[in-house]
């Protein structure tokens, strides 16, 4: 049998202040910090160990990455950082607040834009300071291959090749792994293992900070997933997530 951790990134600044994030760098808040140590501590304690790492390119992953290792003396990792597990582009709602956003165009509108499988948000513009076409971590990639908004979609179609190409080789060399990632692009994993249809995928919310384990079969067909520690709260903190879209 094979087994994965994921995990979403500890609180940031931008999950406190309500707004919509997307490939906006923020920092984590001091509650997400500890959220990362917190979920570090409680692998630890459970007999997790881990031999490769992957995480997107934002700070918010890569630090609580940081946190959980350096709880599970393991900063020696490796660890491979890669584009494709960023959060979903949120286009021109980069920024702006989830609840004002709720009462002006309504909470349904919000929905969609949150959790639709094919229904992007309003595209940013091309020269907007808000995007990153001008960003140098992104400069191996073509200008067109930089999102400018993406629906799960769009986030599913470059979460399963990076899924496919680098982390299923490291599971079948029989390496123990661990990926920090962000809501979107853990629930565009999920979709694409578990089979979500389009319509169900509306009602799947990440907690931060929890450990989410994935038990495969030996030609690593998923056979469950749980998250680690109190089942309770990480449903309660999935629901508080749902709810971030309300007026
Ligand atoms: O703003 C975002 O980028 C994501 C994750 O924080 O939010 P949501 O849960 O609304 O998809």
Redesign the pocket.
Known sequence: MHKLVLIRHGE?T??LEN????WTDVDLTPTGVSQAMSAGRLLKAEGWDFDICFTSVLKRAIHTLWYVLDEMDRIWLPVIKDWRLN??H?GALQGLN?ADMAKQYGEQQVLIW??SYDTPPPALDPDDPRGQRHDRRYAALAPEQIPLTECLKDTVARVVPCWNDTIVPAMRRGQRVLISA???SIRALIKHLDGISDANIVNL?IPNGIPLVYEFDDELRPLRRYYLGDAAAAEAAAAA?AR??KA
């Open positions: 940031s931008w999950n707004r919509f994030t997307g959060e979903r949120y989830k949150r959790r962000h809501g979107n919310n997530v971030q879209g």
